[in-house]
């Protein structure tokens, strides 16, 4: 259930810099999806099996703004 959450914050923070940023894309979703589990990362105690789930939340972080992006237009 963690890491769902986990994922499901990604995809809607992700969702929302890419539907309300003037001037982001779906590279903006990307970073930030990955920049979360980082900090996730550094605030559990530095867990070493999170640092697994940085490409799976870039790549949520992706879509998500993809996603948001394309909402925007």
């Known amino acids: 259930i963690p ?3 986990l994922l499901l914050s990604v995809a809607v ?3 929302v810099v890419g539907r309300r940023g003037n001037g982001t894309n779906a590279r903006h ?3 930030s999806g990955g920049l979360t589990v980082l900090i996730f990362w550094a605030v559990t105690g530095r867990l070493w099996s999170l640092l ?3 490409p799976v939340a870039m790549a949520v972080g992706y879509y998500g703004a993809r ?3 394309a909402r925007r237009a």
Do not use: I, P, R
Request: net charge neutral; hydrophobic share 60%.
């Open 13 to 15: 923070g992700s969702y």
């Open 67 to 69: 996603w948001g992006v």
């Open 29 to 31: 979703g990307m970073l």
């Open 52 to 54: 697994a789930l940085v």
């Open 3 to 5: 890491l769902f959450t």
